[in-house]
Each structure stands twice: as structure tokens, then as C-alpha cells.
């Protein structure tokens, strides 16, 4: 059963930076993604980055490019997200989650393991 602790998140002031963790445990197999998604207060969540275990090929979405980088440490089995020159409207529950090959990464009720989640809060 794959499992993920999101760490890193908090309070950052607009122009600030952050960086989050997502460490995995109980994977299998390396034909999948990582992704991180987002969920702000009253809206639906949102892909930000995704990033293939094998191969470490990136995808950012485009609210985010130039700010955030996705990349991978497969010695410790964690995924990390830097974000740069964040934004108010960055604020939300940011959660690492699993998909496999093949998936539109828009499809996130097709995603097949979600952690926990951590909150990022960026005050103006």
C-alpha cells in the first residue's frame, strides 16, 4: 500500500519561498508519477506539477511555471516541490499524489493514492 507524508508547507509572505516534501513509502514499481495537487478554500483541486519516477520528466502547469520546480531524491523515496515568488492566490492544502502511466494527468479522480496534504498560506 503506498503511503505519503506531505512536510514543508506554512505561512510565507507574498515574494517568499517554500519548499515541500512529499515522502513515499510501500512502492512497487516505478511506472507512475508523482504529482502534487492543490485545493483552496471553496475551489476544486488543482494539478500544479507532476513529475515521472523513472525518467524524472517534468510537467508544470502553466499558473505556476517560472515560479515552481518539481524534482525527486530516489534515494529517499521523496519528492519535493520548490515554490518561489509565491502568490496570495497560492494559498491551499497542497497534496503529493501517485498516477500511473498513461493517465491524463488532468484526470484527477483517476489518481490512485493521495497523501494527507500540508497548508501553505501566503499572506499579502
Known amino acids: 500500500q503506498l503511503q505519503f507524508v506531505e512536510s514543508g508547507g506554512g505561512l510565507v509572505q507574498a515574494g517568499g519561498s517554500l519548499r515541500l516534501s512529499c515522502a513515499a513509502s510501500g512502492l512497487t514499481s516505478s511506472t507512475y508519477r508523482i504529482h502534487w495537487v492543490r485545493q483552496a478554500p471553496g475551489k476544486e483541486r488543482e494539478f500544479v506539477a507532476g513529475?515521472?519516477?523513472?525518467?524524472?520528466?517534468?510537467f508544470i502547469s502553466d499558473s505556476v511555471k517560472g515560479r515552481f520546480t518539481i524534482s525527486k531524491d530516489n534515494a529517499k523515496n521523496t519528492a519535493y516541490l520548490q515554490m518561489n515568488n509565491l502568490k496570495p492566490e497560492d494559498t491551499a492544502v497542497y497534496y503529493c499524489?501517485?498516477?500511473?502511466?498513461?493517465?491524463?494527468?488532468?484526470?484527477?479522480?483517476?489518481?490512485?493514492?493521495w497523501g494527507q496534504g500540508t497548508q501553505v498560506t501566503v499572506s499579502s
Open positions: 513529475i515521472r519516477w523513472s525518467s524524472g520528466v517534468t
Open positions: 499524489a501517485a498516477v500511473r502511466l498513461g493517465i491524463p494527468y488532468t484526470d484527477l479522480s483517476a489518481y490512485n493514492y
